[in-house]
T-cell receptor, first 115, second 112 residues
Framework: GAVVSQHPSRVICKSGTSVKIECRSL??????MFWYRQFPKQSLMLMAT?????????EQGVEKDKFLINHASLTLSTLTVTSAHPEDSSFYIC???????????FGPGTRLLVL | QKEVEQNSGPLSVPEGAIASLNCTYSDRVSQSFFWYRQYSGKSPELIMS????GDKEDGRFTAQLNKASQYVSLLIRDSQPSDSATYLC????????????FGAGTQVVVTP
């Protein structure tokens, strides 16, 4: 149980385009989902908290207008990287705790390369 | 900035030996603690969670928590080459429910 999927697993795009990443909890409901970013040789950095039915909350230094988050249902959150630039190239990972639990289960991640 | 600190390694462990991983955290309000394993190029996978002081065992893994010392550890017994990975310590942040703060990770290399 507690499976989280992400799509796509890998994306290459041109600078200035937007990229949408989906995160789904497959066998449980998640009121809250989290989006992380991981640069090479570094640990995970929390970007934002996605809340079903309300606005996402962003960590300090993360631009909310650049990283748009929509938590459309109890099993789906999307992250859209708008006007992507090469410095946005990273490994984006979502996580979700089953509602009421603190244990987070991670999706397989999306590797974004902006040319 | 609240911190979670781990030795970066690499920690080289002979096959069959015990790997000992340490983690200290600075936020005294943290209540939940997790160990994740991350293979190169992959996302983290949960190994263990621990919430109260003492030891918690699950198969070859034992987590130890000492809140007074703000210290959490992970022991891997009978280490296997497949255990070679980066181990991430994560603690819940006191400022918001559910948010985790991660250490930089300890790379473990199990040598046959």
């Amino acid at each position: 149980g507690a499976v989280v999927s992400q799509h796509p697993s890998r994306v290459i795009c041109k600078s200035g385009t937007s990229v949408k990443i989906e995160c789904r909890s497959l066998d449980f409901q998640a009121t809250t989902m989290f989006w992380y970013r991981q640069f090479p040789k570094q640990s995970l950095m929390l970007m934002a908290t996605s809340n079903e039915g309300s606005k996402a909350t962003y960590e300090q230094g993360v631009e909310k207008d650049k990283f748009l988050i929509n938590h459309a249902s109890l099993t789906l959150s999307t992250l859209t990287v708008t006007s992507a630039h090469p410095e946005d190239s990273s490994f984006y990972i979502c996580s979700a705790p089953p509602t009421g639990e603190e244990t987070q289960y991670f999706g397989p991640g999306t590797r974004l390369l902006v040319l | 900035q609240k911190e979670v600190e781990q030795n970066s390694g690499p920690l080289s462990v002979p096959e069959g030996a015990i790997a000992s991983l340490n983690c200290t955290y600075s936020d005294r309000v943290s209540q939940s603690f997790f160990w994740y394993r991350q293979y190169s190029g992959k996302s983290p996978e949960l190994i263990m969670s621990i919430y109260s002081n003492g030891d918690k065992e699950d198969g070859r893994f034992t987590a130890q928590l000492n809140k007074a010392s703000q210290y959490v550890s992970l022991l891997i017994r009978d280490s296997q080459p497949s255990d070679s990975a980066t181990y991430l310590c994560a603690v819940t942040r006191g400022d918001s429910w559910g948010k985790l703060q991660f250490g930089a990770g300890t790379q473990v290399v199990v040598t046959p």
